[in-house]
Protein backbone atom coordinates (compact mmCIF):
# COMPACT_ATOMS: atom_id res chain seq x y z
CA UNK A 1 0.00 0.00 0.00
CA UNK A 2 1.41 3.09 -0.81
CA UNK A 3 1.48 6.43 1.42
CA UNK A 4 -0.01 9.60 0.26
CA UNK A 5 0.53 13.09 2.52
CA UNK A 6 -2.72 12.91 4.42
CA UNK A 7 -1.98 9.09 5.77
CA UNK A 8 1.54 10.04 6.57
CA UNK A 9 0.24 13.18 8.35
CA UNK A 10 -1.67 11.54 10.47
CA UNK A 11 0.49 8.50 11.18
CA UNK A 12 3.35 11.31 11.87
CA UNK A 13 6.60 9.62 13.93
CA UNK A 14 5.52 6.12 13.86
CA UNK A 15 5.37 6.49 9.96
CA UNK A 16 8.52 7.94 9.79
CA UNK A 17 9.67 5.24 12.38
CA UNK A 18 8.59 2.54 9.96
CA UNK A 19 10.58 3.58 6.83
CA UNK A 20 13.64 4.51 8.18
CA UNK A 21 13.82 1.24 9.79
CA UNK A 22 11.94 -1.46 7.56
CA UNK A 23 9.66 -4.17 9.58
CA UNK A 24 11.57 -7.48 9.37
CA UNK A 25 9.48 -10.68 8.38
CA UNK A 26 9.60 -13.68 10.87
CA UNK A 27 12.12 -15.02 8.63
CA UNK A 28 14.17 -11.85 9.37
CA UNK A 29 13.95 -10.68 5.69
CA UNK A 30 12.85 -6.97 4.87
CA UNK A 31 11.29 -8.50 1.90
CA UNK A 32 9.80 -11.44 0.20
CA UNK A 33 12.33 -13.10 -2.07
CA UNK A 34 12.06 -14.44 -5.42
CA UNK A 35 14.51 -15.92 -7.27
CA UNK A 36 14.10 -16.91 -10.95
CA UNK A 37 17.03 -19.45 -12.54
CA UNK A 38 17.23 -18.89 -16.44
CA UNK A 39 17.22 -15.17 -18.39
CA UNK A 40 15.24 -16.45 -21.19
CA UNK A 41 11.76 -15.48 -22.03
CA UNK A 42 10.10 -17.27 -19.93
CA UNK A 43 12.65 -16.60 -16.79
CA UNK A 44 13.18 -12.57 -17.84
CA UNK A 45 9.78 -12.14 -18.50
CA UNK A 46 8.70 -13.60 -15.13
CA UNK A 47 11.46 -11.53 -13.27
CA UNK A 48 10.74 -8.30 -14.49
CA UNK A 49 7.21 -8.31 -14.30
CA UNK A 50 7.62 -9.00 -10.83
CA UNK A 51 9.64 -6.66 -9.90
CA UNK A 52 8.02 -3.92 -11.85
CA UNK A 53 4.45 -4.95 -10.78
CA UNK A 54 5.00 -5.25 -6.97
CA UNK A 55 6.86 -1.50 -7.01
CA UNK A 56 9.96 -2.86 -5.05
CA UNK A 57 7.77 -5.12 -2.46
CA UNK A 58 9.26 -8.17 -3.59
CA UNK A 59 12.98 -8.72 -3.69
CA UNK A 60 13.89 -10.34 -7.70
CA UNK A 61 17.13 -12.11 -8.48
CA UNK A 62 17.71 -13.30 -11.86
CA UNK A 63 19.89 -16.24 -12.05
CA UNK A 64 21.89 -16.53 -15.68
CA UNK A 65 25.19 -17.35 -16.85
CA UNK A 66 25.45 -15.55 -20.04
CA UNK A 67 25.62 -11.38 -20.24
CA UNK A 68 24.54 -11.51 -23.54
CA UNK A 69 21.19 -13.45 -24.59
CA UNK A 70 21.01 -15.03 -27.71
CA UNK A 71 16.81 -15.24 -29.12
CA UNK A 72 16.57 -19.18 -30.39
CA UNK A 73 13.55 -17.37 -32.17
CA UNK A 74 14.76 -15.74 -35.35
CA UNK A 75 17.90 -17.36 -35.19
CA UNK A 76 16.94 -19.20 -38.94
CA UNK A 77 16.80 -16.29 -40.04
CA UNK A 78 20.68 -15.70 -39.34
CA UNK A 79 21.37 -18.97 -41.19
CA UNK A 80 19.24 -17.90 -44.03
CA UNK A 81 21.13 -14.39 -43.86
CA UNK A 82 18.07 -12.40 -43.26
CA UNK A 83 19.75 -11.61 -39.94
CA UNK A 84 22.97 -11.01 -38.38
CA UNK A 85 23.63 -12.28 -35.51
CA UNK A 86 23.83 -9.09 -33.54
CA UNK A 87 20.13 -8.55 -34.15
CA UNK A 88 19.62 -11.78 -31.80
CA UNK A 89 21.75 -10.41 -28.97
CA UNK A 90 20.21 -8.75 -25.65
CA UNK A 91 21.77 -7.53 -22.64
CA UNK A 92 20.54 -7.79 -19.16
CA UNK A 93 21.18 -4.05 -18.27
CA UNK A 94 17.28 -2.99 -18.84
CA UNK A 95 16.13 -5.68 -16.54
CA UNK A 96 18.80 -4.77 -13.71
CA UNK A 97 17.45 -0.91 -14.33
CA UNK A 98 14.31 -1.97 -13.30
CA UNK A 99 15.07 -3.35 -9.78
CA UNK A 100 16.34 -7.00 -10.88
CA UNK A 101 19.25 -7.86 -8.96
CA UNK A 102 21.00 -9.96 -11.92
CA UNK A 103 23.43 -12.89 -10.89
CA UNK A 104 25.75 -14.00 -14.09
CA UNK A 105 26.34 -17.13 -12.26
CA UNK A 106 25.35 -20.76 -12.93
CA UNK A 107 22.82 -22.52 -10.34
CA UNK A 108 24.37 -25.35 -9.77
CA UNK A 109 21.64 -26.95 -6.99
CA UNK A 110 18.88 -26.41 -5.18
CA UNK A 111 17.99 -27.32 -1.03
CA UNK A 112 14.27 -27.35 -1.28
CA UNK A 113 14.17 -27.68 2.22
CA UNK A 114 16.35 -24.57 2.84
CA UNK A 115 15.03 -22.85 0.06
CA UNK A 116 18.39 -22.62 -1.36
CA UNK A 117 19.96 -21.78 -4.45
CA UNK A 118 23.85 -23.16 -4.71
CA UNK A 119 25.91 -20.86 -7.19
CA UNK A 120 29.06 -22.14 -9.19
CA UNK A 121 30.74 -19.44 -8.26
CA UNK A 122 30.45 -20.20 -4.48
CA UNK A 123 28.00 -19.22 -1.83
CA UNK A 124 23.73 -19.42 -2.06
CA UNK A 125 20.87 -17.30 -2.93
CA UNK A 126 17.50 -17.67 -0.30
CA UNK A 127 14.30 -17.63 -1.70
CA UNK A 128 10.19 -18.00 -0.62
CA UNK A 129 9.56 -18.52 -4.43
CA UNK A 130 11.75 -20.29 -6.75
CA UNK A 131 11.18 -19.96 -10.53
CA UNK A 132 12.69 -22.53 -13.09
CA UNK A 133 13.31 -21.36 -16.47
CA UNK A 134 16.25 -23.38 -18.09
CA UNK A 135 15.16 -24.17 -21.55
CA UNK A 136 16.61 -27.53 -22.61
CA UNK A 137 19.21 -30.51 -22.36
CA UNK A 138 19.58 -33.32 -24.52
CA UNK A 139 18.97 -36.72 -23.89
CA UNK A 140 22.24 -39.07 -23.66
CA UNK A 141 22.21 -41.04 -26.39
CA UNK A 142 19.44 -40.18 -28.32
CA UNK A 143 21.32 -40.29 -31.65
CA UNK A 144 23.26 -42.89 -31.44
CA UNK A 145 27.11 -41.66 -32.47
CA UNK A 146 26.78 -38.42 -31.23
CA UNK A 147 26.90 -37.05 -27.65
CA UNK A 148 27.73 -33.07 -26.98
CA UNK A 149 31.49 -33.80 -27.46
CA UNK A 150 30.80 -34.18 -31.30
CA UNK A 151 28.96 -30.77 -31.22
CA UNK A 152 31.70 -28.55 -32.72
CA UNK A 153 31.54 -31.41 -35.66
CA UNK A 154 28.25 -31.93 -35.84
CA UNK A 155 26.13 -28.87 -34.56
CA UNK A 156 22.45 -28.49 -32.24
CA UNK A 157 22.77 -25.12 -33.09
CA UNK A 158 19.22 -25.78 -30.28
CA UNK A 159 20.80 -23.41 -27.95
CA UNK A 160 20.90 -19.97 -29.56
CA UNK A 161 24.49 -17.98 -30.04
CA UNK A 162 28.00 -19.94 -30.99
CA UNK A 163 26.20 -23.07 -31.58
CA UNK A 164 24.51 -20.71 -34.27
CA UNK A 165 27.09 -19.19 -35.72
CA UNK A 166 28.93 -22.48 -36.34
CA UNK A 167 26.60 -23.98 -38.11
CA UNK A 168 26.24 -20.84 -40.40
CA UNK A 169 29.73 -21.47 -41.17
CA UNK A 170 30.20 -24.52 -41.84
CA UNK A 171 26.99 -23.99 -44.00
CA UNK A 172 28.44 -21.24 -45.99
CA UNK A 173 31.67 -23.75 -46.47
CA UNK A 174 29.94 -26.30 -48.21
CA UNK A 175 31.48 -27.34 -51.52
CA UNK A 176 29.47 -27.01 -54.30
CA UNK A 177 26.87 -29.59 -54.60
CA UNK A 178 27.31 -31.07 -51.06
CA UNK A 179 24.91 -31.96 -48.98
CA UNK A 180 23.31 -30.84 -45.39
CA UNK A 181 22.05 -33.24 -43.75
CA UNK A 182 19.63 -32.87 -40.36
CA UNK A 183 18.88 -35.30 -37.80
CA UNK A 184 15.33 -33.60 -36.62
CA UNK A 185 13.90 -34.92 -33.14
CA UNK A 186 11.09 -36.33 -32.16
CA UNK A 187 8.07 -34.76 -29.96
CA UNK A 188 8.29 -32.58 -27.78
CA UNK A 189 10.78 -30.75 -28.81
CA UNK A 190 12.16 -26.81 -28.74
CA UNK A 191 10.17 -24.65 -31.44
CA UNK A 192 11.93 -22.02 -32.21
CA UNK A 193 14.17 -22.70 -33.79
CA UNK A 194 11.67 -24.91 -35.82
CA UNK A 195 13.72 -27.28 -37.65
CA UNK A 196 11.35 -27.25 -40.59
CA UNK A 197 12.01 -23.77 -40.99
CA UNK A 198 15.93 -23.97 -40.55
CA UNK A 199 15.87 -26.43 -43.63
CA UNK A 200 13.82 -23.65 -45.38
CA UNK A 201 16.65 -20.78 -44.57
CA UNK A 202 19.10 -23.19 -45.38
CA UNK A 203 17.80 -24.29 -48.64
CA UNK A 204 17.29 -20.61 -49.16
CA UNK A 205 20.95 -19.81 -48.55
CA UNK A 206 22.17 -22.90 -51.02
CA UNK A 207 19.52 -21.90 -53.64
CA UNK A 208 21.37 -18.56 -54.27
CA UNK A 209 24.87 -19.65 -53.29
CA UNK A 210 24.99 -23.53 -53.94
CA UNK A 211 21.90 -24.91 -56.56
CA UNK A 212 23.11 -28.12 -57.10
CA UNK A 213 23.22 -28.82 -53.02
CA UNK A 214 20.96 -31.05 -51.26
CA UNK A 215 19.37 -31.68 -48.08
CA UNK A 216 18.25 -34.68 -46.38
CA UNK A 217 16.21 -35.07 -43.64
CA UNK A 218 15.85 -38.37 -40.96
CA UNK A 219 12.71 -38.02 -39.16
CA UNK A 220 11.37 -39.98 -36.51
CA UNK A 221 7.67 -37.89 -36.57
CA UNK A 222 4.53 -39.44 -38.54
CA UNK A 223 4.36 -35.33 -39.13
CA UNK A 224 4.97 -31.96 -38.11
CA UNK A 225 3.30 -28.98 -37.51
CA UNK A 226 2.39 -26.94 -40.58
CA UNK A 227 3.70 -29.63 -42.79
CA UNK A 228 1.35 -28.92 -45.51
CA UNK A 229 2.28 -25.44 -45.49
CA UNK A 230 6.52 -26.40 -45.36
CA UNK A 231 5.96 -28.83 -48.05
CA UNK A 232 4.01 -26.20 -50.31
CA UNK A 233 6.89 -23.58 -49.85
CA UNK A 234 9.37 -26.26 -50.33
CA UNK A 235 8.34 -27.17 -53.73
CA UNK A 236 8.02 -23.48 -54.70
CA UNK A 237 11.06 -21.98 -54.06
CA UNK A 238 13.23 -25.34 -53.40
CA UNK A 239 11.82 -27.91 -55.99
CA UNK A 240 14.31 -31.29 -56.02
CA UNK A 241 16.55 -30.09 -53.20
CA UNK A 242 15.15 -30.98 -50.00
CA UNK A 243 14.17 -35.02 -49.28
CA UNK A 244 12.31 -36.01 -45.97
CA UNK A 245 12.65 -39.64 -44.84
CA UNK A 246 10.39 -40.01 -42.16
CA UNK A 247 9.74 -43.17 -39.73
CA UNK A 248 8.00 -45.29 -43.00
CA UNK A 249 11.24 -45.67 -44.88
CA UNK A 250 13.47 -45.85 -41.94
CA UNK A 251 13.78 -41.69 -40.68
CA UNK A 252 13.70 -43.07 -36.62
CA UNK A 253 16.42 -45.27 -37.15
CA UNK A 254 19.70 -42.93 -37.50
CA UNK A 255 22.54 -42.71 -36.41
CA UNK A 256 25.97 -40.27 -36.81
CA UNK A 257 29.57 -40.17 -37.14
CA UNK A 258 31.12 -37.10 -36.45
CA UNK A 259 34.95 -38.45 -37.63
CA UNK A 260 33.86 -39.85 -41.25
CA UNK A 261 30.84 -37.25 -41.44
CA UNK A 262 28.42 -39.86 -42.22
CA UNK A 263 24.76 -40.05 -41.52
CA UNK A 264 23.22 -43.47 -41.69
CA UNK A 265 19.83 -44.10 -41.83
CA UNK A 266 17.99 -47.95 -41.85
CA UNK A 267 21.40 -49.07 -42.54
CA UNK A 268 21.89 -46.61 -45.28
CA UNK A 269 25.28 -44.59 -44.76
CA UNK A 270 25.43 -41.59 -46.71
CA UNK A 271 28.91 -39.06 -46.68
CA UNK A 272 27.56 -35.72 -45.87
CA UNK A 273 29.22 -32.32 -45.48
CA UNK A 274 27.29 -30.59 -42.52
CA UNK A 275 25.16 -32.95 -40.48
CA UNK A 276 22.92 -30.48 -38.15
CA UNK A 277 21.81 -33.57 -35.18
CA UNK A 278 18.82 -31.98 -33.02
CA UNK A 279 18.48 -34.81 -30.13
CA UNK A 280 15.61 -35.58 -28.19
CA UNK A 281 15.50 -33.17 -25.38
CA UNK A 282 14.42 -32.82 -21.83
CA UNK A 283 14.10 -30.04 -19.17
CA UNK A 284 17.34 -28.10 -18.49
CA UNK A 285 19.72 -29.58 -15.51
CA UNK A 286 18.50 -27.62 -12.65
CA UNK A 287 15.04 -28.48 -13.24
CA UNK A 288 16.30 -32.66 -11.99
CA UNK A 289 18.84 -31.02 -9.62
CA UNK A 290 15.85 -30.00 -7.49
CA UNK A 291 14.37 -32.86 -7.87
CA UNK A 292 10.68 -31.41 -9.77
CA UNK A 293 11.19 -33.87 -13.19
CA UNK A 294 9.35 -36.89 -14.25
CA UNK A 295 12.75 -37.73 -15.54
CA UNK A 296 12.52 -35.66 -18.45
CA UNK A 297 10.19 -32.37 -17.96
CA UNK A 298 8.70 -31.01 -15.27
CA UNK A 299 4.76 -31.26 -14.38
CA UNK A 300 3.28 -28.38 -13.56
CA UNK A 301 -0.10 -26.88 -12.19
CA UNK A 302 -1.48 -25.08 -14.86
CA UNK A 303 -3.00 -22.31 -12.94
CA UNK A 304 -0.29 -20.95 -11.69
CA UNK A 305 2.90 -23.05 -13.14
CA UNK A 306 3.47 -23.95 -10.23
CA UNK A 307 5.38 -27.41 -9.27
CA UNK A 308 3.69 -30.23 -8.82
CA UNK A 309 6.18 -31.80 -6.47
CA UNK A 310 6.70 -28.62 -4.53
CA UNK A 311 4.62 -25.52 -4.32
CA UNK A 312 7.05 -23.16 -4.05
CA UNK A 313 8.98 -24.17 -6.89
CA UNK A 314 7.16 -22.70 -10.45
CA UNK A 315 8.62 -23.93 -13.86
CA UNK A 316 8.10 -22.14 -17.22
CA UNK A 317 8.66 -22.90 -20.94
CA UNK A 318 10.47 -25.20 -22.58
CA UNK A 319 11.19 -27.16 -19.27
CA UNK A 320 7.86 -27.44 -18.05
CA UNK A 321 5.47 -30.16 -18.85
CA UNK A 322 1.67 -28.60 -19.18
CA UNK A 323 -0.19 -30.05 -21.40
CA UNK A 324 -1.38 -27.97 -24.87
CA UNK A 325 1.48 -25.28 -25.32
CA UNK A 326 4.27 -26.16 -27.79
CA UNK A 327 7.34 -24.91 -26.09
CA UNK A 328 8.01 -21.75 -27.59
CA UNK A 329 9.38 -18.41 -26.51
CA UNK A 330 5.59 -16.95 -27.13
CA UNK A 331 4.82 -19.74 -24.94
CA UNK A 332 7.10 -18.99 -21.87
CA UNK A 333 6.35 -15.38 -22.14
CA UNK A 334 2.82 -16.03 -21.85
CA UNK A 335 3.21 -18.45 -18.71
CA UNK A 336 5.71 -16.13 -17.04
CA UNK A 337 3.06 -13.28 -17.33
CA UNK A 338 0.48 -16.17 -15.26
CA UNK A 339 2.85 -17.25 -13.08
CA UNK A 340 4.11 -13.54 -11.70
CA UNK A 341 0.65 -12.63 -11.35
CA UNK A 342 0.78 -15.74 -8.90
CA UNK A 343 3.93 -15.34 -7.38
CA UNK A 344 3.07 -11.68 -6.47
CA UNK A 345 -0.23 -12.46 -5.12
CA UNK A 346 1.02 -15.19 -3.33
CA UNK A 347 3.55 -12.94 -1.45
CA UNK A 348 1.98 -9.52 -1.38
CA UNK A 349 -1.78 -10.20 -0.82
CA UNK A 350 -2.44 -8.69 -4.71
CA UNK A 351 -5.07 -9.99 -6.74
CA UNK A 352 -4.76 -12.81 -9.04
CA UNK A 353 -6.73 -13.08 -12.40
CA UNK A 354 -7.66 -16.21 -14.06
CA UNK A 355 -4.99 -17.65 -15.93
CA UNK A 356 -4.91 -17.20 -19.81
CA UNK A 357 -2.29 -18.08 -22.34
CA UNK A 358 -1.65 -17.44 -26.40
CA UNK A 359 0.96 -18.65 -28.53
CA UNK A 360 1.61 -17.74 -31.99
CA UNK A 361 4.67 -19.35 -34.03
CA UNK A 362 5.66 -17.49 -37.03
CA UNK A 363 8.07 -19.47 -39.74
CA UNK A 364 10.17 -18.16 -42.50
CA UNK A 365 9.95 -20.24 -46.05
CA UNK A 366 11.50 -18.12 -48.38
CA UNK A 367 11.43 -13.95 -49.07
CA UNK A 368 8.20 -12.65 -47.52
CA UNK A 369 7.04 -15.84 -47.76
CA UNK A 370 5.61 -16.31 -43.67
CA UNK A 371 3.00 -18.47 -42.45
CA UNK A 372 1.92 -19.15 -38.47
CA UNK A 373 0.17 -21.29 -36.19
CA UNK A 374 -1.52 -20.07 -32.87
CA UNK A 375 -4.04 -20.92 -30.09
CA UNK A 376 -5.78 -19.94 -26.99
CA UNK A 377 -5.46 -21.33 -24.05
CA UNK A 378 -6.87 -21.63 -20.42
CA UNK A 379 -5.59 -23.53 -17.16
CA UNK A 380 -8.29 -26.88 -16.32
CA UNK A 381 -7.24 -28.97 -13.28
CA UNK A 382 -5.41 -31.63 -15.77
CA UNK A 383 -3.69 -29.02 -17.52
CA UNK A 384 -3.06 -26.00 -20.28
CA UNK A 385 -5.99 -26.96 -22.18
CA UNK A 386 -6.06 -25.20 -25.97
CA UNK A 387 -9.72 -23.26 -26.34
CA UNK A 388 -9.08 -22.50 -29.62
CA UNK A 389 -6.65 -21.95 -32.74
CA UNK A 390 -6.16 -21.30 -36.30
CA UNK A 391 -3.30 -21.43 -39.42
CA UNK A 392 -2.38 -19.82 -42.17
CA UNK A 393 -3.61 -21.69 -45.52
CA UNK A 394 -2.27 -22.96 -48.12
CA UNK A 395 -2.61 -21.23 -51.52
CA UNK A 396 -2.69 -17.68 -49.91
CA UNK A 397 -1.79 -14.57 -51.95
CA UNK A 398 1.85 -13.32 -51.68
CA UNK A 399 0.58 -9.85 -49.59
CA UNK A 400 -1.14 -12.41 -47.15
CA UNK A 401 2.00 -14.18 -46.74
CA UNK A 402 4.38 -10.56 -47.07
CA UNK A 403 1.42 -9.76 -44.20
CA UNK A 404 2.63 -12.46 -41.90
CA UNK A 405 5.98 -12.25 -42.28
CA UNK A 406 6.03 -8.14 -41.26
CA UNK A 407 3.78 -9.48 -38.24
CA UNK A 408 6.27 -11.69 -37.23
CA UNK A 409 8.78 -8.77 -37.42
CA UNK A 410 6.89 -6.58 -35.05
CA UNK A 411 6.48 -9.46 -32.58
CA UNK A 412 10.07 -10.17 -32.11
CA UNK A 413 10.50 -6.52 -31.16
CA UNK A 414 7.62 -6.33 -29.40
CA UNK A 415 8.67 -9.38 -26.85
CA UNK A 416 12.36 -8.52 -26.56
CA UNK A 417 10.87 -5.63 -25.24
CA UNK A 418 8.97 -7.27 -22.99
CA UNK A 419 11.55 -9.30 -21.57
CA UNK A 420 14.26 -7.34 -21.29
CA UNK A 421 12.43 -3.54 -20.95
CA UNK A 422 14.40 -2.07 -23.44
Known amino acids: ?94 LAASGVNVVHDWAVGVDRDARTVALAGGGSVGYDKLILSPGIDFVEGAVPGWDLSAQNAMPHAYKAGSQTELLRAQLRAM ?14 YRCPPGPYERVSMVAHYLKANNPTAKILIADP ?9 FEEGWAAHYSGMIERIGPDFGGGDASVDPVAMTLTIDGDETPVDVCNVIPAMKAGRIAELAGVTDGNWAPVNAADM ?54 TCWSLIDINDGVKVGATYEATDEKIAKVDGFVSQTGESAEVRQATYEESEGWYAGITADMFGA
Open 1 to 94: MKLDRRMFIGTGAAATASLAAPMLRADGHAKPRVVVIGGGAGGATAARYIAKDSEGAISVTLIEPTRTYYTCFFSNLYLGGFKEIGDLAHSYGG
Open 175 to 188: PQGGTFAMVAPPNP
Open 221 to 229: KEGFSKQAL
Open 306 to 359: SSKADPDIHVLGDASQQGDMPKSGFSANSQAKVCANAVRGALTGSRVFPARFSN
